[in-house]
């Protein structure tokens, strides 16, 4: 049973811009945190930014200025829009919700590769 659809990533060119999606299912309630989190080969899991469902944001000090996380709480999805990308900017990236009753789930992954 899919929990999060996430879809957006590809390849560019650095310097290029990509916009993240990830949609809950209609079967999770009561979201509180959303966020983005990214893996490069051989590193660990690390928090790319976050947003509350109040709509306070977070965001890794490498990310600053660049990407942006925002959240349709209507529509249960959170985007990432990620401008000025550079190659170490390459990994898979995750979603990830956190809700009230229900736990916490994680996207699938998907890929963003930045050429340099």
């Known amino acids: 049973q899919v929990q999060l659809v996430e879809s957006g990533g590809g390849l560019v060119q650095a310097g290029g811009s990509l916009r993240l999606t990830c949609t809950a299912s209609i079967s999770i309630f009561n979201i509180n945190l959303m966020a983005w989190y990214r893996q490069a080969p051989g590193k660990q899991r690390d928090l790319v930014a976050s947003?509350?469902?109040?709509?306070?944001?977070d965001y890794a000090d490498s990310v600053k200025g660049r990407f942006s996380i925002s959240r349709d709480n209507a529509k249960k999805t959170v985007y990432l829009q990620m401008n000025s990308l550079k190659p170490e900017d390459t990994a898979v990236y995750f979603c990830?919700?956190?809700?009230?009753?229900?736990?916490?789930?994680w996207g699938q992954g998907t890929q963003v590769t930045v050429s340099s």
């Open positions: 990830k919700i956190v809700t009230t009753w229900q736990g916490a789930y």
């Open positions: 947003i509350t469902s109040g709509g306070s944001t």
